[in-house]
Structures are given as structure tokens and as C-alpha cells.
């Protein structure tokens, strides 16, 4: 027997309060390592405590949350010890992204390449400046949009998660000077631009390829400064909660908008520090 269908009104608030985490966690104002605290949750954004575990067991389905009985929610962390995980996803990645930029050199408008550009400008801008997360964040953004001028909603729903596992762990040094990391991203916006989808394919592939050599130079792969910062140093995990109180469920689907330090990339679990390699 199928089991019960829940009201319309609690799948609503199910899935808001599914799309404001997601927003949170894919923006990086939710860190690697943090605990989401249900009740406390729950609390913060006015709800009731079944909406939230429900919300969180689709979160865990697209691997953003990992639970654990008796202590809930936590947001996963990667390190050297997970390569094999960073390396198949970024394998996934390299399959499906040239793909993306195919679509979204065949299917964008203008508004979204102006949104492309916007993210390329922040990105040369805090790489200038040394900014680390905040290129960190340029870079996530670039390639969100980059995903969602796809069109293709399947796509989109496979290629974010996959994205996001991947900032859970970095790089370091060599393999992907940041500035050659934006220079890619700049061939693959014109020739998006110039809607020439071979072109747009042909060179996010060939990042990606350099992306998985470098995974594969042992020592290349360190703990996430993100991750360490918000956990809190070492090992201890800071809860998610008194970030989420700035937030509210009738802010909408798309941005997750945040008050206090999560936003804007001032101190909270994005912040990170100064010496943090971009993430690919």
C-alpha cells in the first residue's frame, strides 16, 4: 500500500523550507561541518518540526546533509581521506558540464548572460584583491548560472549537488593558478556569448581534465579552511541555528537571502581566510 499522501499545505512549507536551505547550503552560508539542529531550526523559522526532518531527508538524498542517528543533521566535509568520492564526482562533473555550457550557449538570453557576467567581473575583481572566499563564492556563482542557462531542469537538479561536493575539498597550489582557472571561465562565457556550444563544451572539458590530473598529485588535495572555520578549529561543530534566524520563508525560492554574518561573505561559516585556494 503507497503510503499516505501529506497535505498540501505541509508539502508548501516542506518544500520552502527545503528551498531556503538549499539556497543556504549551495551559497556556502551554511559551512562544511555545521550541525542543523531540527527543533532549533524549526524554531528560527516559525515552523512546526515536520517540515524540517522532511526537508532535511531530500537535502540528505542530494548529499548535502548527512544524518546521523541521535545527533541530526550535519553538513558533510571532505578531506584527503575522501578522494576517491572528490575524484568521481568531479568524473561526473566532467561529463555533464560540457553539456550545460552546450545548452546554455544554445537556449540563454540576455539577462542570464548578463547574470554570467556579473559573476566572471566578481571574480576578476576579488582575485585583484586576494579576497579568497570571495572568489570562491564568484566561482560558485558562475558556475550556477552557467547550469541554469541549460534550461534543462533534470540537469540543473543532478549538476548543483555535484558542484557543491566539490567545494567541500580543494585543490591547492599549482595545478589551477587562480588566474588561469578564470581565464577558462572567460573563454567559456564568450563563446557562450558568441552562442558556439562546440567552443563552450570543448574548453570546460578541458579544465575539468586539468582539475582531475591535479587530484591526482598526492598532497594536492588539503582539509577545507571553510570547513575548519566552521566547525568551529578543531573538530568541534558550531550549530546552524542563530544563522538561520535572519531568515524568513516568504523571501522566495531564489536566494536564500541572510542577515547577520552569513551574508555578504563577512565572518560566517564562508568566510573562511585570506589564504584559501579557489574551488573548482
Given amino acids: ?20 536551505l538549499n539556497a543556504e ?15 532549533a531550526v524549526a524554531e528560527a523559522l516559525g515552523v512546526s518540526r515536520l517540515p524540517v526532518r522532511e526537508a532535511l531527508r531530500s537535502l540528505a538524498g542530494r548529499g548535502l546533509v548527512e544524518l546521523h542517528a541521535h545527533r541530526g543533521a ?24 560540457p553539456w550545460a ?18 559573476a566572471l567581473e566578481q571574480g576578476f575583481d576579488a582575485l585583484e584583491r586576494r579576497a579568497r572566499p570571495e572568489a570562491n563564492r564568484a566561482h560558485r556563482e558562475f558556475l550556477r548560472t ?28 599549482v595545478m589551477t593558478a587562480e588566474p588561469e582557472g578564470w581565464a ?14 562546440a567552443a563552450a563544451s570543448a574548453e570546460l572539458s578541458r579544465h575539468l581534465a586539468e582539475v582531475l590530473d591535479a587530484l591526482r598529485v598526492p598532497g594536492n588535495v588539503v582539509p577545507s579552511v ?4 566552521a566547525a568551529g578549529g578543531r573538530g568541534g561543530r558550531r550549530p546552524a541555528s542563530r544563522r538561520l ?12 537571502a541572510v542577515g547577520g554574518e552569513g551574508a555578504g561573505g563577512g565572518k560566517g561559516a564562508a568566510g573562511g581566510g585570506q589564504g584559501e585556494p579557489e574551488r573548482h
Fill in 1 to 20: 500500500m503507497p503510503p499516505p499522501r501529506r497535505p498540501a499545505a505541509t508539502a508548501t512549507v516542506e518544500k520552502r523550507v527545503f528551498d531556503l
Fill in 25 to 39: 547550503i549551495l551559497g556556502l552560508r551554511l559551512g562544511p561541518g555545521e550541525h542543523i539542529v531540527t527543533e
Fill in 74 to 97: 550535519f553538513i558533510p566535509r571532505l578531506g584527503p581521506e575522501d578522494l576517491d568520492r572528490i575524484v568521481e564526482t568531479v568524473e561526473a562533473r566532467a561529463r555533464l558540464e
Fill in 101 to 118: 555550457a552546450e545548452l546554455a550557449a544554445e537556449r540563454h538570453d540576455a539577462d542570464q548572460l548578463a547574470a554570467l557576467d556579473r
Fill in 146 to 173: 552557467l547550469t541554469l542557462m541549460s534550461g534543462h531542469a533534470t540537469l540543473i537538479e543532478v549538476l548543483e549537488p555535484l558542484q557543491y561536493r566539490t567545494m567541500l575539498a580543494f585543490v591547492s597550489v
Fill in 184 to 197: 577558462s571561465h572567460r573563454i567559456v562565457r564568450d563563446a557562450v556569448a558568441d552562442r558556439d556550444g
Fill in 226 to 229: 571553510i570547513g575548519r572555520a
Fill in 245 to 256: 534566524k535572519a531568515l524568513r520563508l516568504d523571501e522566495g525560492d531564489g536566494g536564500g
